[in-house]
């Protein structure tokens, strides 16, 4: 007898043993089946809320104009933080952790570290988020026409909230000193354009140019503008 016959026969009759005394139970092969169509079915509607999730954010912050903002310095990376959907941004890493939990089950992710797991369901999720942000237009559109009843609100508020320092709208006319902007929520605003206002990509601006301008309001729908920029709708 082998060394390794020696070690594994107590083992063998340990669970005889067990066996024998009705401490196993035989489970029928759909159990199995059901217990992996039903995990299945976790993994993929935790990875549908999470896109769900991460595409509408960074939807908000480009129709908002907060995505656009950081190339204006300090001041606008200050203004990108403050402006962040964290309601949406909390409920992300909820189901980035649901996520892992069901994940968890399979081979691939318990025989990797756990940071690098959750690190690959988060670059992942960025990536789905980025590709899948456009699809969000046309909710967003009925969302605005009142045909969209049950998550219109959500599309409103997230899609059209004002944020401090941050405008986003089309030019309507030129002026010798700035443009007049119309708002995407709405209304006119006069913006005026100085030496010192920050134009990263040009100060070409014309009629239909849809644009985002940071600054702040003087008054009297006017607003001085610290940055302006020409984004792609």
Do not use: C
Request: proline letters at 6%; glycine letters at 12%; charged letters at 15%.
């Amino acid at each position: 007898m082998t060394n390794g016959e020696a070690n594994s026969k107590p083992i063998k009759e340990k669970l005889l043993e067990v066996i024998r005394r009705g401490g196993t139970t035989m489970r029928p092969r759909w159990h199995f089946v059901l217990r992996a169509m039903l995990l299945a079915l976790g993994v993929a509607l935790a990875a549908f809320a999470l896109l769900y999730l991460v595409s509408f954010t960074v939807f908000s912050l480009h129709e908002t104009g907060a995505w656009f903002v950081p190339v204006f310095g300090p001041g606008g990376w200050f203004a990108l933080f403050r402006s962040l959907p964290w309601v949406l941004i909390a409920l992300s890493v909820v189901f980035v952790i649901v996520l892992e939990l069901l994940v968890r089950h399979y081979s691939f992710a318990y025989r990797a570290p756990l940071l690098y797991s959750i690190l690959g369901i988060v670059l992942l999720a960025a990536i789905g988020g980025g590709v899948a942000a456009p699809f969000h237009r046309g909710p967003f559109r009925s969302a605005r026409g009142g045909q969209l009843p049950f998550a219109g609100p959500l599309y409103q508020h997230f899609g059209l909230q004002r944020i401090q320092d941050i405008h986003h709208g089309t030019i309507v006319a030129s002026l010798p000193n700035g443009f007049v902007m119309e708002s995407v929520r709405g209304g006119t605003s006069t913006v005026i354009i100085t030496p010192q206002t920050r134009l990263p990509f040009g100060s070409a601006f014309d009629p239909g140019d849809l644009v985002v301008v940071f600054g702040g309001e003087m008054g009297g729908g006017t607003i001085q503008a610290l940055g302006v920029r020409e984004v792609e709708e």
